[in-house]
């Protein structure tokens, strides 16, 4: 592979002025990236891509960094959405998760909390960064540390989630929740039924997404910003048999995009929202429509109550402002479509979903749907929504 070995033969001309130099007698080698990521199978993809695109011999090389590394159902999505994007921009990607400073988790918590921090990162050294393009910002904001480009505007923030191994003080390894964008990273080709796709437990929500046409409407707005729910297909499975077929074909995309919101909700907006009444994309094209996003004060959990089903935000699945989707274990249903179960026994959380049958819908979806004629203008939400970091599955209360 041409980057590789360019990489390889740049060290090994370096190796060899050291000893003509005289001044490294030992190897430049003072650890092996791949060797140390081998240990931790979570981060394979990253380790291979870091290893194709020759980025591990040029961290290799280096003498003190700290490598910010997403799991391997991060970087499958990534890769999924971005399978035609230019070699050399994910190479550059790639340069951009390595800092070049040493931080393991107890320094990152002792930087200052009240500036952020700037730190030069691998890409800086390619030329191909423009102004503070190559840095990143670290944040410590006590409860957690973020990461984000050093420059304003860019795409959103990552959070540090743990530390997967070090070796003082030459190499670090940080596990961070989402890949880092550099500024001007095309995120805009993402193809999300991709995404969901590539994690095999949508497919029941890909197939109506594409029954109902409902990713066009998706595609539509990923320019502009988009939030997406995704049940998973436990969560489609757990329905009343009919739930959805006996919906009709206009009924079924306003299910659909019930689980959307306009504009794009990151995990910053949030953990300030109680019980907030949210429009969705639905909304747009019929009355109601209204899904509350509430998050517990004090918890990383969010709960999306619709009056008739309670569905909990389990993981993020992708991230990249404009766009952002979410895992969720209970379909969205909303009051427009489905009765409330009545309430049983003393059954508590479950109830809504074995209910959730479509006996006979509340209001009857008014004559007055208008699908197709999206009145984009009347779009205008403050929505905030809180969502749960990490992929540690959510508290239920
Ligand atoms: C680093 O480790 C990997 C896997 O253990 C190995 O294949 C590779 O040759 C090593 N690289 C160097 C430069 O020693
Ligand atoms: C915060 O830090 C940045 C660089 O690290 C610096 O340019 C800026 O002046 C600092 N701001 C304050 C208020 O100290
Ligand atoms: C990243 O987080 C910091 C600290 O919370 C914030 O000041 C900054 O605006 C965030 N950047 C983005 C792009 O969200
Ligand atoms: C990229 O993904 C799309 C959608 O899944 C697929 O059709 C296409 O074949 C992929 N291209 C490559 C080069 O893998
Ligand atoms: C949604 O929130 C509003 C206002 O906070 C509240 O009146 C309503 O009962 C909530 N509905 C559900 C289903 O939680
Ligand atoms: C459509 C688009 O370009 N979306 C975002 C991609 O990421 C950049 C930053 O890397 C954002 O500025 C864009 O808004």
């Known amino acids: 592979m041409g980057p590789r070995r360019a990489a390889r033969s740049g060290l090994m001309a370096l190796a060899l002025l050291c000893c003509i130099v005289g001044t490294c007698s030992q190897s430049t080698h003072k650890f092996n990236i791949t060797k140390m990521l081998s240990g931790h199978p979570r981060f394979s993809v990253f380790r291979e891509m870091l290893s194709s695109h020759g980025v591990a011999a040029e961290i290799n090389g280096r003498k003190s960094v700290t490598l910010l590394a997403p799991a391997n159902n991060v970087m499958r999505a990534f890769r999924t959405s971005n399978n035609k994007t230019d070699a050399i921009k994910i190479t550059d990607l790639l340069r951009f998760h390595v800092l070049l400073t040493y931080f393991d988790m107890a320094e990152l918590r002792a930087l200052k909390t009240t500036n952020y921090t700037s730190v030069t990162t691998l890409l800086q050294t390619t ?102 729910f995704a049940p998973r297909d436990s969560a489609f499975n757990s329905l009343a048999t009919g739930s959805i077929q006996t919906l009709s074909l206009s009924e079924q995309k306003l299910l659909l995009e019930y689980h959307a919101l306009d504009g794009y909700e990151s995990l910053d907006s949030l953990e300030t929202m109680l019980n907030k009444p949210t429009k969705t994309l639905a909304s747009a094209d019929a009355a109601g429509y209204i899904l509350n996003v509430s998050a517990t004060p004090g918890q990383s959990t969010v709960r999306l109550r619709t009056g008739v089903s309670v569905a909990t935000v389990l993981e993020i699945i992708y991230d990249a402002n404009p766009v952002t989707m979410y895992a969720i274990d209970e379909v969205l249903l909303p009051l427009n479509l489905f009765t409330p179960a009545p309430l049983a026994s003393p059954a508590p959380a479950p109830a809504p979903k074995k209910s959730a ?7 009857k979806v008014p004559a007055t749907v208008t699908p197709d004629s999206a009145s984009l203008a009347e779009r205008s939400l403050l929505v905030t929504m809180a969502a749960l970091i990490s992929s540690t599955l959510a508290v239920i209360l």
């Open 127 to 228: 030329g191909r960064a423009s102004g503070n393009n190559g840095f990143v910002n670290i944040y410590n904001l006590k409860s957690r540390v973020k990461l984000g480009p050093s420059v304003p505007d860019s795409s959103s923030n990552v959070t540090v989630l743990a530390g997967v191994q070090k070796s003082p003080f030459d190499v670090s390894i940080i596990e961070i929740d989402q890949v880092l964008l550099p500024v001007g990273f095309n995120n805009a080709s993402g193809d999300l039924i991709a995404v969901l796709d590539s994690f095999q437990e949508f497919t029941l929500l890909i197939s109506y997404l594409q029954e109902t046409k409902v990713d066009a409407v998706f595609a539509e707005k990923q320019a502009e910003g988009i939030t997406i």
């Open 357 to 363: 049958v479509k006996s006979p819908p509340a209001h």
